[in-house]
């Protein structure tokens, strides 16, 4: 098991950035793909991006792409969410997700994630 905590979410204005940072525990942290997941207020859960265990294979919401960045860092069991070109649209809770399931391509559907942070919100102004 591993346990995921969210942080880095607050309030910007459209076009700003946002960092966010998910710090999971354990020692087995790169035996996991990373996903990041959102969900604003009336919709349902939505796939942002996700990360391979090793952080060479990546994959994005069109929503997204070119705007957010995941990356990891296995040294410190923790996997970021870059965000910038904030839109307001961008406004949801972020969840961060493990999946460990080797599979490719890497998993969009959360029902595919066996671990779950408990979110961080973001809120983009306009």
């Known amino acids: 098991q591993v346990q995921l905590v969210e942080s880095g979410g607050g309030l910007v204005q459209a076009g700003g950035s946002l960092r966010l940072s998910c710090a999971a525990s354990?020692?087995?942290?790169?035996?996991?793909?990373m996903g990041w997941f959102r969900q604003a207020p009336e919709k349902e859960r939505e796939f942002v991006a996700a990360?391979?265990?090793?952080?060479?294979?990546?994959n994005y919401a069109d929503s997204v792409k070119g705007r957010f960045t995941i990356s990891r860092d296995n040294a410190k069991n923790t996997v970021y969410l870059q965000m910038v070109s904030l839109k307001p649209e961008d406004t949801a809770v972020y969840y961060c997700a493990a999946d460990e399931i080797i599979r490719f391509p890497l998993g969009t559907g959360g029902h595919l994630y066996d671990y779950w942070g408990q979110g961080t919100q973001v809120t983009v102004s306009s």
């Open positions: 990360i391979s265990r090793s952080g060479s294979s990546t």
């Open positions: 354990g020692r087995t942290f790169s035996r996991y793909a």
